[in-house]
């Protein structure tokens, strides 16, 4: 097999490991481990659009936050007693860029929730190519910290400066509402506090953007209002060339519970009967039609299709390429 011309080589390289070989035994020799991991992000194409997600952190989805009947919440017991691994989740944001616009899907949790344990989102977007004076818009699902807390600092500073945030008016009313947040319950008063925290600067810049209705803010892009979660919780579709990505915000948290059973809601739900049949719709029409799913709560990339699988469905995730611009080798083409 070898050419004719590369003999030499293979003498001189012959040469070099003999003499290796003849030193101290190359295989008890300490290499140092490397514990950096790849690069947190991951790209492909939807038609024309460069999609790309951004990594911002994972942590344990605590079993006490779900809701479901008796039965079900035992057999989470008992699964996760199993497999420790069971309810790990991540959080993620996405960069959707059309060639005009560079648009940011929820902004990760910056240092706004879970302890240091996120704020990943800007770190991957350097990685990716862009920075944040890039970002022209940002979409985001909802007001949840772990969804906008990369959009401030925590000394109150933007981190997308020349960008226009928009979020549904129902949501923005409903968390930036000092009546509202007077009368929640002691242990949502965090996510109040933190969603008026995080909104001031870009208010005071007039930046904040709301929707309501279906008016468009991008084209290509349609709105999906996904009540439940909370009252404002929006999914964004984008299409190009016959392709679809739906962002989903927070339709599933533990992928591994309520995809067998989408009925099962988190204690986070503010309307629990709404959220459950949100998500019963959904991924009833999303198992019928050909979307790829950006839902930041699973694992990273975060990005995949739902089957249909007795009487829940199953999560295909993308498969890693690096030819995310031309399609995959087929053995039968
Ligand atoms: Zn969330």
Redesign the pocket.
């Known amino acids: 097999m070898f050419k004719r011309h590369s003999i030499p080589f293979v003498a001189a390289l012959v040469a070099a490991l003999a003499s290796v070989v003849a030193g101290p035994n190359p295989a008890l020799r300490a290499a140092p481990q490397h514990p950096d991991q790849a690069p947190g992000f991951y790209r492909l194409k939807v038609g024309d659009l460069e999609v790309t997600a951004l990594f911002d952190g994972t942590g344990v989805f605590d079993p006490h936050w779900l809701n479901g009947t008796k039965a079900t919440m035992n057999g989470v017991q008992q699964a996760l007693h199993e497999d420790p691994h069971m309810l790990d989740v991540a959080d993620t944001g996405f960069l959707v860029n059309t060639g005009k616009q560079r648009i940011l899907v929820d902004a990760g949790a910056g240092s706004w929730w879970g302890g240091g344990a996120f704020g990943r989102l800007a770190r991957s977007l350097g990685s990716a190519g862009y920075t944040p004076d890039d970002v022209n818009i940002v979409l985001i699902t909802h007001l ?1 910290s ?2 906008v807390g990369g959009l401030t600092t925590e000394d109150g500073k933007r981190v997308f400066p020349h960008a226009d945030v928009y979020v549904a008016k129902a949501e923005s009313d409903f968390w930036l509402s000092p009546d509202i947040a007077a009368k929640a319950p002691k242990d949502a008063q965090p996510f109040f506090q933190s969603a008026q925290a995080i909104a001031a600067p870009y208010i005071k810049a007039g930046k904040w953007r709301t929707f309501s209705g279906s008016q468009p803010i991008v084209d290509g892009m349609e709105l999906v209002p996904l009540p439940g979660h909370t009252p404002g919780h929006t999914g964004y579709e984008f299409s190009s060339k016959g392709q679809k990505v739906l962002f989903w915000g ?1 339709i599933v ?1 533990a992928l591994r519970v309520q995809l067998q059973r989408p009925e099962v809601t988190a204690t986070f739900d503010i309307d629990q009967t709404a959220a459950a049949a949100t998500r019963q719709q959904l991924l009833t029409r999303l198992a019928r039609e050909d979307v790829l799913i950006a839902g ?2 699973m694992n990273f990339p975060a990005l995949g299709r739902l089957h249909k699988e007795g009487s829940g469905y199953s999560w295909a995730p993308v498969v890693f390429t690096d030819e995310w611009n031309t399609a995959a080798f087929s053995p039968q083409k």
């Open positions: 949840h772990d969804h927070d948290h930041p709560h």
